[in-house]
Nanobody
Framework: QVHLVESGGGLVQAGGSLRLSCVVS????????VGWFRQAPGKERESVGS????????LHADSVKGRFTISSDYFKNTVYLQMNNLKPEDTAVYYC????????????WGQGTQVTVSS
């Protein structure tokens, strides 16, 4: 069982920055990937991006490209989501999740952290 814990959310003004952290309970196998997702009130959950645990290959959603960056520190078992130039529409609960890259899905989820961007 893999456990994930997010932190770093909070209230920030538009144009500001936040860095979210996702601590993974174990060094997942090299074939795993970790993703960031978000869900705003009344909206469906959407993918923000993902990173492979071994090589650090990243994917970012078009809506956040150029503003958000996913990175990882393998030795700290931590994946980061650096969010710059935040907009009110980025307000959501942000989740990290892990899964086997071969399957493409995410089997393990964190509890989420709230990000609120004021205008």
């Amino acid at each position: 069982q893999v456990h994930l814990v997010e932190s770093g959310g909070g209230l920030v003004q538009a144009g500001g920055s936040l860095r979210l952290s996702c601590v993974v309970s174990e060094r997942t196998f090299s074939t795993y990937h970790v993703g960031w997702f978000r869900q705003a009130p009344g909206k469906e959950r959407e993918s923000v991006g993902s990173i492979t645990w071994n090589g650090g290959s990243t994917l970012h959603a078009d809506s956040v490209k150029g503003r958000f960056t996913i990175s990882s520190d393998y030795f700290k078992n931590t994946v980061y989501l650096q969010m710059n130039n935040l907009k009110p529409e980025d307000t959501a609960v942000y989740y990290c999740a892990a899964g086997n890259l071969a399957g493409g899905g995410f089997d393990y989820w964190g509890q989420g952290t709230q990000v609120t961007v004021s205008s």
